[in-house]
């Protein structure tokens, strides 16, 4: 095999997932040219990964047919000559424009009856496989073979340079001592750690010196700035006010990331920074940080994790007594480990 692509999910925390995937299709098929067709959010982390080359937009929302679209892009892809594709997201749109474009071989998990759609054909098994990065890697793999374990860990690129450039492009100054917040979660409420408990931990964090930078989409930029209304002075509130590139940058400078389970989680765990994870009403078995340097704290209610948007229970208790002195601690110990 010469020229591959793989059809990214749209989930940042899935792509990065994947990376594992990419280095075992290259440690199989020396020189391989591997490109990546991506939503355009989730384009910046396929960029910092050494196994991509080029990263082909994918203009299609969630839900989104638009099959006059995909026809064009199928004949984009066409001249692209390649000699197989790994479809990585289950459903029959992402595995619909390959096939229109021709591509001999397209790889993926049978899902939404698209048997035609997919050649090379792999059935699920959710008890050897529990770990979406290891369902990504069997792809690697041909159809009912064992996976070869262990996974290494995804990886994700910064470079000095990048984060100089970075940290130019927004007039920041490098302090000395760096703790990322990520206190959104795309998922819903029931996936936050409260904001007065992110406060708290802020100025304890702070009298011991620590800057504080809180991470996020737009759509993170009001609890971010609830949280720096209960710290004053204290937290620089970067939600919605850098790309995707530029706080896989920043979070690269820090010395210790706190985040809810979310996306940026997984960036922060990809490039290796110290960890600390807040899990309330969804679990770690199916999705965790993948680093050595990660710790998870959940309390293991009997009532999570539920996997609900919000607290079917109206008391959001996973989250709300999992204390700021408890996520200190465990700070704490992991950046001084």
Not at 121 to 148: N, S, T, W, Y
Not at 256 to 273: E, F, I, K, Q, Y
Not at 308 to 334: I, M, T, W, Y
């Amino acid at each position: 095999m010469k020229r591959a692509l793989i059809v990214a999910p749209s989930w940042i925390g899935d792509t990065i997932m994947a990376q594992p995937l990419f280095a075992r299709l290259h440690a199989k098929y020396p020189g391989l040219q591997l490109d990546a067709l991506a939503p355009r959010w989730v384009a910046p982390v396929l960029h910092r990964m050494a196994e991509i080359g080029e990263v082909i937009d994918s203009p299609f929302g969630h839900g989104q047919l638009s099959l006059k679209a995909r026809w064009r892009l199928a004949r984009q892809l066409a001249e692209g000559g390649y000699d197989a594709v790994y479809v990585l997201p289950n459903s029959l749109k992402s595995a619909l424009t390959p096939f229109l474009a021709g591509i001999p071989q397209r790889i993926g998990f049978i899902g939404e009856s698209r048997y035609g759609l997919i050649n090379v054909r792999h059935r699920l098994d959710k008890a050897a496989l529990p770990l979406m990065v290891e369902r990504f890697a069997q792809l690697a793999e041909a159809p009912g073979a064992a996976l070869p374990k262990p996974i290494a860990y995804p990886k994700i690129r910064s470079t000095a340079a990048d984060q100089q450039k970075t940290l130019d492009e927004l007039d920041l100054e490098r302090p000395a001592r760096i703790v990322a917040f990520c206190p959104g979660a795309e998922y819903g409420p029931a996936k936050r750690w409260p904001a007065a408990h992110f406060a708290a931990l802020a100025r304890k964090l702070a009298a011991d010196g620590y800057a504080i930078w809180l991470f996020g989409s737009a759509k993170d930029h009001a609890v971010a700035e609830e949280i720096s209304q209960l710290a004053p002075g204290l937290c620089h509130n970067l939600c919605g006010t850098t790309s995707l590139a530029q706080a896989v940058d920043l979070l690269a400078l820090t010395d210790l990331v706190v985040c809810n389970d979310s996306g940026l989680m997984h960036v922060a765990a990809a490039l290796d920074r110290p960890l600390v994870t807040l899990y309330g009403s969804s679990s770690p078995g199916f999705t965790p940080p993948l680093s050595d340097q990660a710790d998870i704290l959940s309390l293991n209610l009997d009532c999570s994790p539920c996997f609900k948007r919000e607290c079917p229970l109206g008391h959001f208790d996973c989250l709300n007594k999992l204390s700021p002195e408890q996520v200190l601690a465990a700070s704490l110990k992991r950046i001084a480990a």
